[in-house]
């Protein structure tokens, strides 16, 4: 039996109250065995997990169609490992009162009112049709504050959460630019690459019409057709700092001829060892540059980063509090490996649970945790650094579209990942410390919707 502890005014009492109850009033309890659908006993239907063999195989290299441009994969070496105290290295203590929070709605910053529509931006008449075309009408915080300033070429700093729209924030002013004089060139460098698929996919959608081209620069696809691509003549640049820097050292991208650089989600790429390859990429480029750097967090080494390559920068910050207030947060207490799998299949029944990320720390268990679920009807996929690019490329898109239930992943291969409709993240494995936390609850709850984070924990 395990019970799930709602959240209370003290740790102790929340520990008092523990109770066999869902944070939706469902009963949990594995003792119950009842053979109706829903409990964890009741397998689902034999239709079993996502077939590898469905979907697209198309790999990921740069296309010459207008607007289009390759991914590939494999970024750089991963980030260093978290701490283990089995390998002798610390791991951080975190309090479970940070995973209970039933206040979902509540939140400690003034709400902002956008004060224009795209429509006002001073924008090229097809762009706007674009943007129109995509349902985009009124902006978002981030985009209201930073399209004007990048309009204006100025240096921006942007401290936003993943899913605030920053994306757009930096393309539909970039984008304008390259429209005005075919000749600008932009480069945008992201942590992930997924996230520079994201990136590519919302170029293509925004230049529709425009004869630009883009090519994606990131690991794993042949480096060859993607010096084919730059040679052939591209407007904007899209790659890990890897990459990228790869390229550069070959002498198929030069530095001088971009004019405007994006670091997306910088804290991450310092966070996963890019600090000197970013370095070296900003100091190749003019000084007369235009940089944007868009950030989750503001540390000091971003900071420093801003210092030494921006010029008088305008920061915008739309950071809300810490932990998310559109996700309802709980704990589960579970004893051993057999009870925490069972419960887990149990919340898996739940029909309001259609797309869930799992969190685990090793990729050895996150292949071992996608079996187990397929085995027991679960449509689920692993996604790790292990992994062939098209695996990865398809486990996110199944589980974009639907066509799986749960995508168990690493917290590396998880970043970047932007899927606006996650129902339900669990934290299979705890954290190593409050920060990776807040990164994996952020990945639902988005899009005014509220989202559900669950995390396992030893019972006491």
Same mark, same amino acid.
């Given at each position: 039996?395990?019970?799930?502890?709602?959240?209370?005014?003290?740790?102790?009492? &929340?520990?008092?109250?523990?109770?066999?109850?869902?944070?939706?009033?469902?009963?949990?309890?594995?003792?119950?065995?009842?053979?109706?659908?829903?409990?964890?006993?009741?397998?689902?239907?034999?239709?079993?997990?996502?077939?590898?063999?469905?979907? !697209?195989?198309?790999?990921?290299?740069?296309?010459?169609?207008? !607007?289009?441009?390759?991914?590939? *994969?494999?970024?750089?070496?991963?980030?260093?490992?978290?701490?283990?105290?089995?390998?002798?290295? /610390?791991?951080?203590?975190?309090?479970?009162?940070?995973?209970?929070?039933?206040?979902?709605?509540?939140?400690?910053?003034?709400?902002?009112?956008?004060?224009?529509?795209?429509?006002?931006?001073?924008?090229?008449?097809?762009?706007?049709?674009?943007?129109?075309?995509?349902?985009? *009408?009124?902006?978002?915080?981030?985009?209201?504050?930073?399209?004007?300033?990048?309009?204006?070429?100025?240096?921006?700093?942007?401290? &936003?959460?993943?899913?605030?729209?920053?994306?757009?924030?930096?393309?539909?002013?970039?984008?304008?630019?390259?429209?005005?004089?075919?000749?600008?060139?932009?480069?945008?460098?992201?942590? *992930?690459?997924?996230?520079?698929? %994201?990136?590519?996919?919302?170029?293509?959608?925004?230049?529709?019409?425009?004869?630009?081209?883009?090519?994606?620069?990131?690991?794993? &696809?042949?480096?060859?057709?993607?010096?084919?691509?730059?040679?052939?003549?591209?407007?904007?640049?899209?790659?890990?700092?890897?990459?990228?820097?790869?390229? #550069?050292?070959?002498?198929?991208?030069?530095?001088?001829? +971009?004019?405007?650089?994006?670091?997306?989600?910088?804290?991450?790429?310092?966070?996963?060892?890019?600090?000197?390859?970013?370095? !070296?990429?900003?100091?190749?480029?003019?000084?007369?540059?235009?940089?944007?750097? +868009?950030?989750?967090?503001?540390?000091?080494? #971003?900071?420093?980063?801003?210092?030494?390559?921006?010029?008088?920068?305008?920061?915008?910050?739309?950071?809300?509090?810490?932990?998310?207030?559109?996700?309802? %947060?709980?704990?589960?207490?579970?004893?051993?490996?057999?009870?925490?799998?069972?419960?887990?299949?149990?919340?898996?029944?739940?029909?309001?649970?259609?797309?869930?990320?799992?969190?685990?720390?090793?990729?050895?268990?996150?292949?071992?945790?996608?079996?187990?679920?397929?085995?027991?009807? +679960?449509?689920?996929?692993?996604?790790?650094?292990?992994?062939?690019?098209?695996?990865?490329?398809?486990?996110?898109?199944?589980?974009?579209?639907?066509?799986? %239930?749960?995508?168990?992943?690493?917290?590396?291969?998880?970043?970047?990942?932007? #899927? !606006?409709? #996650?129902?339900?993240?669990?934290?299979?494995?705890?954290?190593?410390?409050?920060?990776?936390?807040?990164? /994996?609850?952020?990945?639902?709850?988005?899009?005014?919707?509220?989202?559900?984070?669950?995390?396992?924990?030893?019972?006491?």
């Amino acid at each position: 039996m395990y019970t799930i502890t709602t959240g209370g005014p003290s740790s102790s009492e &929340a520990g008092s109250r523990s109770r066999s109850q869902s944070p939706h009033g469902r009963s949990y309890s594995p003792s119950s065995s009842s053979s109706r659908e829903g409990g964890y006993s009741h397998p689902r239907s034999s239709q079993g997990g996502y077939s590898r063999d469905g979907g !697209s195989s198309r790999g990921g290299y740069s296309s010459r169609a207008p !607007s289009r441009g390759g991914y590939a *994969t494999r970024g750089r070496s991963p980030a260093p490992r978290a701490f283990n105290a089995k390998r002798g290295f /610390r791991k951080d203590y975190i309090d479970e009162k940070l995973f209970i929070n039933k206040e979902a709605g509540v939140t400690e910053t003034d709400h902002y009112t956008p004060k224009h529509k795209f429509t006002d931006f001073n924008i090229a008449e097809l762009l706007s049709a674009n943007l129109t075309a995509k349902g985009l *009408t009124s902006p978002s915080p981030i985009q209201d504050q930073a399209i004007p300033e990048v309009l204006l070429g100025k240096d921006v700093i942007g401290i &936003a959460s993943t899913g605030t729209g920053k994306t757009a924030a930096f393309l539909i002013p970039l984008i304008n630019k390259l429209v005005a004089d075919n000749n600008h060139k932009m480069m945008i460098l992201c942590p *992930t690459r997924e996230l520079a698929m %994201q990136v590519e996919a919302e170029f293509v959608a925004f230049t529709r019409g425009m004869k630009l081209f883009s090519v994606s620069c990131v690991g794993g &696809a042949p480096i060859m057709r993607q010096i084919k691509e730059l040679e052939l003549g591209v407007n904007a640049v899209i790659g890990t700092p890897g990459r990228v820097k790869d390229l #550069i050292e070959r002498g198929k991208i030069k530095m001088d001829y +971009f004019d405007s650089i994006v670091l997306d989600e910088a804290d991450r790429m310092l966070d996963m060892g890019f600090i000197d390859d970013m370095r !070296s990429i900003l100091g190749a480029m003019p000084k007369t540059k235009q940089g944007l750097f +868009f950030s989750a967090t503001f540390s000091p080494d #971003i900071k420093r980063l801003c210092t030494d390559f921006l010029n008088n920068p305008i920061t915008i910050s739309v950071k809300t509090r810490d932990t998310a207030s559109s996700v309802m %947060q709980d704990v589960i207490r579970v004893n051993g490996d057999n009870e925490k799998v069972e419960a887990l299949h149990e919340i898996l029944l739940k029909p309001e649970y259609s797309k869930v990320l799992i969190f685990r720390e090793m990729k050895r268990h996150v292949d071992g945790l996608a079996t187990e679920l397929t085995k027991r009807g +679960f449509k689920a996929l692993a996604l790790h650094g292990d992994m062939h690019n098209r695996e990865r490329e398809r486990a996110v898109k199944a589980l974009e579209a639907g066509k799986v %239930q749960v995508v168990i992943a690493t917290d590396v291969a998880a970043r970047g990942l932007d #899927i !606006s409709d #996650i129902s339900l993240v669990v934290n299979y494995d705890i954290p190593n410390n409050y920060e990776t936390y807040i990164h /994996r609850i952020g990945r639902t709850g988005r899009a005014k919707k509220i989202g559900s984070a669950l995390t396992f924990v030893p019972r006491r």
